[in-house]
């Protein structure tokens, strides 16, 4: 199971939804990765969801699209994530 946190934009997708709240679109997680296409944002979210982290809420109109937003598991780990990189920062130099 904690092998899919260690995928590739698994943490920073977790502290991107932590930060902002929910994503309108895949293409927005996309802009804030800094990645260039939608494949490996697509196949990100689909695994966190599959953990229960994220929720996917795909749009009943067009254009066609999936609004991202953490679960309240998803928070709770997104938050511990956060936690580990404020350590991690305060940790440099020592």
Do not use: F, Q, W, Y
Request: proline share 3%.
């Amino acid at each position: 199971m904690i092998e899919k946190l260690e995928r590739r934009h698994a943490l920073r997708t977790l502290l991107i939804l932590l930060e902002k709240g929910r994503l309108e679109s895949l293409s927005d997680l996309v802009k804030l990765l800094g990645v260039r296409g939608m494949a490996a944002a697509s196949r990100c979210a689909k695994e966190l969801e599959e953990l229960g982290l994220v929720k996917l809420n795909p749009a009943m109109k067009p254009p066609l699209t999936v609004e991202i937003e953490l679960t309240s598991l998803g928070r709770k780990v997104a938050e511990h994530v956060r936690a580990i990189e404020e350590l991690l920062k305060r940790g440099e130099g020592s």
